[in-house]
């Protein structure tokens, strides 16, 4: 398995995750750079005012602010996450993200090959 589906401009890069994606009004913008069998790492830009309805996930998945703010309600519960900070969020439970202003995140998903019950 490896690395075989690692962004192949990133490989033996020092980056920062918040240059990979450019904020853009009205946009919600995505950079995937790892799309394996072991999971995803996403980063993510929100304009201001840009929003995710509510969804589930079959993994468990890991947001990590790197710019701004956003409020992440999880199962009606609702988390302010702010540069820095990182969130944990279960698989199967509905979840949806505000941006009130900028922001970017990077999302991490941890797919698993043990059944979940």
Do not use: C, W
């Not at 075989?4 to 918040?18: A, I, Y």
């Not at 999971?39 to 710019?67: C, I, K, N, R």
């Not at 944990?88 to 900028?102: G, K, N």
């Amino acid at each position: 398995m490896g690395n075989r589906n690692l962004s192949p401009d990133m490989r033996n890069k020092v980056f920062k995750f918040e240059d990979l994606v450019e904020t853009k009004p009205d946009s919600i913008v995505s950079r995937t750079l790892v799309d394996d069998d072991s999971g995803t790492v996403t980063v993510f830009a929100f304009g201001a005012g840009q929003s995710l309805s509510e969804h589930t996930a079959p993994y468990d998945a890991m947001v990590t602010a790197l710019e701004g703010e956003a409020e992440i309600t999880i199962s009606g519960e609702k988390h302010r996450v702010r540069k820095g900070e990182t969130l944990m969020m279960p698989a199967r439970e509905p979840h949806a993200l505000s941006a009130p202003e900028d922001f970017k995140m990077v999302l991490v998903m941890i797919r698993t090959s043990k059944t979940q019950d």
